[in-house]
């Protein structure tokens, strides 16, 4: 009998194969988590409510990529997308305001982007850790102090910025269907909760 020494060709073979799945798996995860799409409201199973004689249809948007939701009228259209570089910053925008100036919509992937921003409106997710020391206002308060905790996470919401068309012959329509968007993600925010 031969003394063998090193490793043979289908240890090696093996090896390969298994390195090469599990570095595809990864990769495949990866660009799943970074890849977004926009989503349109659709009132997800609308709950109602009793109050005396009158009742009331609750329209949520559920962000099924935090597990939370939140009320919002659904006369308005709204979709969310978020910042291609922070998937824990949420901006929304709705399918008319984007149809009147892309800037105020988002990507091919759903995403906030140099060219594609929303409506400037938004809200932020803090980890229990990072709440504790992330600055939110210039008088200093964390997330901790004024955020929404939820799931573990605590909710900020962004403050409206200037209008988000760069077209000035849509800007009316555009500023008044941005003054929606802004009123909606304020309702929503006032209203989010665990989507569980």
């Not at 989503?39 to 199973?45: K, P, R």
Request: hydrophobic share 40%.
């Amino acid at each position: 009998m031969r003394n063998q020494k090193g490793f043979s060709a289908v240890i090696v073979l093996v090896v390969l194969v298994v390195v090469a799945a599990v570095g595809f798996t990864g990769y495949y995860v990866w660009n799943k988590q970074h890849t977004k799409k926009a989503v349109v409201v659709v009132a997800s199973s609308p709950a109602t409510t009793k109050s005396s004689d009158t009742t009331t249809t609750k329209n949520y948007l559920v962000v099924k990529e935090w597990g939370v939701k939140g009320e919002v009228d659904k006369t308005v259209g709204v979709i969310y997308g978020f910042d291609s570089s922070d998937a824990n910053k949420l901006t929304f925008s709705s399918s008319s305001l984007a149809a009147l100036d892309g800037m105020c919509g988002f990507n091919a992937k759903g995403q906030v982007d140099s060219s594609h921003h929303g409506a400037y409106v938004g809200i932020f997710r803090y980890s229990s850790s990072d709440a504790a020391t992330a600055e939110v206002d210039a008088s200093g308060h964390t997330a901790k102090d004024v955020g929404t905790l939820v799931n573990g996470y605590y909710y900020v919401a962004l403050p409206a910025q200037s209008s988000c068309s760069q077209t000035a012959s849509d800007a009316a329509k555009t500023d008044a269907d941005q003054a929606k968007v802004v009123a909606a993600a304020k309702t929503f925010f006032s209203t989010i909760q665990s989507a569980n």
